[in-house]
C-alpha cells in the first residue's frame, strides 16, 4: 500500500518534518514530483538540514529512499546535497535509489528560464531560476534527457542536439550568459551520478508493494501550485496532487491507501500570484517574523496570511485528503484574535468555490473571528493539554472541513508533535 504525504497549500506547509517522524513506519519513502526548488527542511538537535531532492526518508539507515521519474535532477545540485548530508554523518548508498525516467535539468534549461522570467518584466511568475519549467517542458515536448540516458554510449550526441535546441531559443531573448563553467561542473556530476544505482522505477516500487512493503509518497510543493488546478498562471510546472503520486512513480490508483494532508495554521506564498488571505500590514509582519517565514531554497521572504478554508476545502477535495496534519500552531501563539477566510465575495456575490481566474476576478475573503489562545503550546504534549481557544480553533477547522485532524506539531523539532 502506498500512502500518499503532501502540502495543501502554496508550499512550504512543513513536510520535511513530518515525512521525517512518519519514515520510521515506512520501507520506502519516494518522491514523485518536482525538482530542487522543493526545500524540505528537518531539524534534528538543533541541526538544520533542508532537502531538495533526496526524500525525507534518508536520515533513517532502515528506510529506502526512490527519486522517481516525475521529478527533475540537476545533478550538481544533487551531489551537493549528497555531500552535505554525509558531512552530516548521514549513511547514503544502496538506501538511495534514482529512476532512470527521471528528468535531467541542464545548464542551459537555467539560462532558459532565467532569460524567460526576465523577459516577463512586471508578470513574472517567480521562478526560482533552476530550470524546472524548460525541463518539464522539454520532457512534455518529447526533447528531454532522463537519467538513464547517462549510461547510454550516445549521451554526449544527445546533450548536444538539446544544447543547440536551447541556444536557438536563447536567440529570442536580449540575455547574456555563459555556460563554459557550469557544463564542465555538470557533466563531472554527471559521472558521480553513476555512481548511484539507477533502476526502472515502476518496475522497482511495484515489486516492493508486492512483497507487502510500506511506501510514503512524498509530494513538493503545494496542492495551489499544482500545473492544472492551482492558481495559474502563478504555479509550479508539475502536478503536486494526488493522481501525480501514480504518474510520477508508475503505480496504479487502487494502491492508495492513506491521503496525509499538510496545513499550516496560517497560509503563506512565495512569489508572484493571488493570495486572497494576504496579510499587508503589522499582523502580516508578525506572522513572518515568528514563522521565520523564509524560504528554504531561495531565501525569499513569504507572504503570510489567515488561514483559507475555501482554499483548504478545495485542495481537500483534490487530493481526497483521508487526515489532516497542522503544523507550525505555535507561530500564532500570541495573538488575541485570529480569523479564518470562511467564504470569498466574487465580483460582489458570495461564494464558498475558487474562482476560474483570481487575477480576472475580485476576491475578498470573509473571516470568522476566533479566540487566540495567548499560551505556549511547547509543553503540550497531549491534545487534552492544550488550550481550550486551540482546542476550538481546530473543531471549527474540522467542522468546516469534515477531516480529522492526526497529528499537530507545535514547535519546529522533531519531537514536538502530538499524535492522535
Known amino acids: 500500500m502506498v500512502d500518499v504525504l503532501l502540502g495543501l497549500q502554496w508550499g512550504?506547509?512543513?513536510?520535511?518534518?513530518?515525512?521525517?517522524?512518519?519514515?520510521?513506519?515506512?520501507?520506502?519513502?519516494?518522491?514523485?514530483?518536482?525538482?530542487?526548488?522543493?526545500?524540505?527542511?528537518?531539524?534534528?538537535?538543533?541541526?538544520?538540514?533542508?532537502?531538495?531532492?533526496?526524500?525525507?526518508?534518508?536520515?533513517?539507515?532502515?528506510?529506502?529512499?526512490?527519486?522517481?521519474?516525475?521529478?527533475?535532477?540537476?545533478?550538481?545540485?544533487?551531489?551537493?546535497?549528497?555531500?552535505?548530508?554525509?558531512?552530516?554523518?548521514?549513511?547514503?548508498?544502496?538506501?538511495?535509489?534514482?529512476?532512470?525516467?527521471?528528468?535531467?535539468?541542464?545548464?542551459?534549461?537555467?539560462v532558459l528560464d532565467a532569460a524567460s522570467e526576465a523577459a516577463k518584466g512586471a508578470s513574472k511568475i517567480g521562478s526560482t531560476l533552476k530550470g524546472i519549467g524548460p525541463t518539464y517542458m522539454d520532457k512534455t515536448g518529447r526533447n528531454g534527457l532522463r537519467v538513464?540516458?547517462?549510461?547510454?554510449?550516445?549521451?554526449?550526441?544527445k546533450y548536444e542536439a538539446l544544447k543547440q535546441k536551447h541556444l536557438a531559443l536563447i536567440k529570442n531573448y536580449d540575455f547574456e550568459f555563459d555556460i563554459t563553467e557550469q557544463e564542465k561542473e555538470w557533466f563531472a556530476n554527471i559521472e558521480k551520478l553513476k555512481e548511484f544505482s539507477l533502476v526502472d522505477g515502476e518496475y522497482f516500487i511495484n515489486e516492493k508493494i508486492k512483497q507487502g512493503k510500506k511506501v510514503l509518497a512524498e509530494g513538493a510543493q503545494g496542492s495551489m501550485l499544482d500545473i492544472d488546478f492551482g492558481t495559474y498562471p502563478f504555479v509550479t510546472s508539475s502536478n503536486t496532487i494526488t493522481a501525480s503520486a501514480c504518474t510520477g512513480l508508475g503505480i496504479a490508483p487502487h494502491h492508495i491507501g492513506e491521503v496525509i494532508g499538510i496545513t499550516k495554521a496560517y497560509c503563506t506564498r512565495v512569489g508572484s500570484g493571488p493570495f486572497p488571505s494576504e496579510l499587508l500590514d503589522e499582523t502580516g509582519e508578525q506572522l513572518r517574523k515568528q514563522g521565520n517565514e523564509f524560504g528554504s531554497t531561495t531565501g525569499r521572504p513569504r507572504r503570510c496570511g489567515w488561514l483559507d478554508l475555501v482554499a483548504l476545502n478545495y485542495a481537500i477535495m483534490l487530493n481526497g485528503v483521508t487526515q489532516l496534519i497542522l503544523t507550525k500552531a505555535d507561530v500564532m501563539n500570541n495573538f488575541d484574535e485570529i480569523k479564518i477566510a470562511t467564504q470569498y465575495k466574487v465580483d460582489g456575490k458570495i461564494s464558498a468555490q475558487l474562482p476560474y481566474d483570481m487575477m480576472d476576478s475580485t476576491v475578498e475573503p470573509l473571516y470568522e473571528t476566533l479566540k487566540g489562545w495567548n499560551s505556549d503550546l511547547a509543553n503540550c504534549t497531549t491534545k487534552s493539554s492544550l488550550p481550550s481557544a486551540f482546542q476550538a480553533y481546530l473543531d471549527f477547522v474540522t467542522k468546516n472541513t469534515n477531516v480529522p485532524f492526526s497529528m499537530i506539531s507545535t514547535g519546529p523539532e522533531r519531537s514536538q508533535l502530538i499524535v492522535e
Request: aromatic content about 4%; glycine content about 10%; charged content about 20%.
Open 148 to 157: 538513464g540516458d547517462i549510461l547510454s554510449s550516445k549521451f554526449k550526441e
Open 12 to 110: 512550504d506547509e512543513g513536510k520535511g518534518k513530518i515525512v521525517d517522524y512518519l519514515a520510521p513506519k515506512y520501507d520506502m519513502v519516494a518522491r514523485f514530483q518536482g525538482g530542487p526548488n522543493a526545500g524540505h527542511t528537518i531539524i534534528v538537535k538543533d541541526k538544520k538540514i533542508v532537502l531538495h531532492t533526496v526524500p525525507s526518508g534518508i536520515l533513517h539507515p532502515n528506510c529506502l529512499n526512490l527519486i522517481g521519474n516525475g521529478v527533475v535532477l540537476d545533478p550538481v545540485i544533487f551531489n551537493k546535497e549528497i555531500t552535505q548530508l554525509r558531512a552530516a554523518g548521514v549513511v547514503i548508498g544502496d538506501n538511495l535509489v534514482i529512476s532512470k525516467k527521471t528528468q535531467l535539468i541542464l545548464p542551459t534549461h537555467k
